[in-house]
């Protein structure tokens, strides 16, 4: 399993705001832009994803401390077998086969009352240009219980197709004596506006002459924040050939305003040429 903490370079007990710190420093030292290794970014941005949550670095925590040294792993270690079995997850699993988890012998088993209410799944489709930026959006939700609730959901810029957001209290309310489950919202993003997404970077087409290939020229791309990007076409560009536009795609992170690229493909028209037009750039 991989250690987080020591990716980051910090401990175990460091405070958000010195696990920040590190990420921002590594984060501009291995960004590819600037020189850096990807493998090394990707890596870093992985650790920061899961230690700046809370619940997700309880979560990783609580992994590494069963996971890794669960049953005796690792020589010496003071994992003490209770401790394990004191948790919820693990009584649930044992006492689903009526068995003692403590003892290994069989018992009656005890279902215990769900601590909430279910969570709820659905599922919201935007565009690339929706998520360019933190957005918020009002959808109406049909509650188990049958009643229906309009909810505010805000989304961060630069959200990945296919990713699931929990939204805590927003989910089934039928039992009044339990707490409220959760809102599961898994975001669909489609390509829009003339770009295509990979990652973080945007793919676009645009067709040019042969004579503007052959002599070189400029045109205008408008980004998915109506911003206006002049893009040089060097002379001698050949057909399928790709403008790199470093810095104009979508979001990687906010806090140290970092975003993929925008990749412009050539496509070369070849016009219909008469006989005279012909003999006039034969010699050319």
């Keep these: 399993m991989k250690n987080y903490y020591d990716t980051l370079g910090v401990s175990e007990t460091s405070s958000d705001s010195?696990?920040?710190?590190?990420f921002r420093k590594l984060a501009g030292q291995h960004h590819p832009?600037?020189?850096g290794n990807e493998a090394q970014f990707k890596e870093v941005n992985e650790a920061y994803d899961t230690l700046?949550?809370?619940e997700k670095r309880q979560e990783y925590d609580a992994m590494r401390k069963y996971g890794a040294q669960g049953f005796g792993a690792r020589g010496g270690s003071s994992f003490n077998m209770n401790d394990m079995f004191d948790n919820d997850v693990f009584q649930d699993f044992f006492s689903g086969f009526g068995i003692n988890p403590r003892t290994?012998?069989?018992t009656r088993v005890h279902r215990s009352r769900p601590r909430q209410n279910r969570n709820l799944n659905i599922r919201l489709t935007l565009s690339i240009k929706e998520v360019y930026v933190s957005c918020e959006k009002t959808v109406s939700v049909r509650l188990p219980s049958g009643r229906d609730e309009i909810v505010n959901i805000k989304i961060p810029a630069g959200c990945q197709d296919g990713v699931?957001?929990?939204y805590r209290g927003m989910g089934d309310d039928t039992d009044k004596n339990l707490s409220r489950g959760d809102l599961l919202v898994t975001v669909s993003v489609l390509d829009s506006d003339g770009f295509t997404r990979k990652m973080n970077d945007l793919w676009t087409d645009r067709t040019i002459s042969a004579f503007d290939a052959m002599r070189g020229t400029e045109f205008k791309v408008q980004t998915l924040d109506n911003r206006t990007v002049n893009v040089h076409v060097p002379a001698g560009t050949q057909p399928g050939g790709v403008l790199n536009l470093k810095g104009q795609g979508m979001p990687v992170h906010d806090?140290?305003?970092?975003?993929?690229?925008?990749y412009v493909?050539?496509?070369i028209t070849i016009p219909t040429l008469s006989k005279n037009e012909l003999e006039k750039i034969k010699d050319l």
């Design 104 to 106: 290994g012998g069989h």
């Design 164 to 166: 699931t957001f929990k």
């Design 265 to 267: 493909r050539i496509n």
């Design 33 to 35: 832009d600037k020189g």
């Design 18 to 22: 010195e696990i920040k710190s590190a």
């Design 52 to 54: 700046k949550n809370t």
């Design 255 to 262: 806090t140290l305003n970092i975003k993929g690229n925008i």
